[in-house]
């Protein structure tokens, strides 16, 4: 199972970025994909997850109408459209899978939103 995420960057408040997650090594489409984030000094925080099929997602309250999540399984990939960003979404962006019950976890991708 690997996972890479792509995307991340410097961008000021209230702009936008949109990260990738591409899976290899398993049956992707088959999988539920979370986006989860560390920021310095706290405990990690999933703030986005998107069934198998895409039919359903759910999202952390702090992010709820700014962050979408979708995913494409033609091409085995899980997209975090983020808009709004405010300072406090900086933080290191991790892609997950829970692949027969253990964790998988991209390497991260930073996000740093500052002027």
């Known amino acids: 199972v690997q996972l890479v995420e792509t995307g991340g960057g410097l961008v000021q408040p209230g702009g936008s970025l949109r990260l990738s997650c591409a899976g290899s090594g398993f049956t992707f489409s088959s999988y539920r994909v979370s986006w989860y984030r560390r920021a310095p000094g706290k405990e990690r925080e999933r703030v986005a997850s998107?069934?198998?099929?895409?039919?359903?997602?759910n999202y952390a309250d702090s992010v709820k109408g700014r962050f979408t999540i979708s995913r494409d399984n033609a091409k085995n990939a899980v997209i975090l459209q983020m808009n709004m960003l405010k300072p406090e979404d900086t933080a290191v962006y991790y892609c997950?899978?829970?692949?027969?019950?253990?964790?998988?976890w991209g390497q991260g991708t930073q996000v740093t939103v500052s002027s």
């Open positions: 998107i069934m198998s099929t895409g039919s359903s997602t």
């Open positions: 997950n899978v829970v692949y027969f019950s253990k964790n998988y």
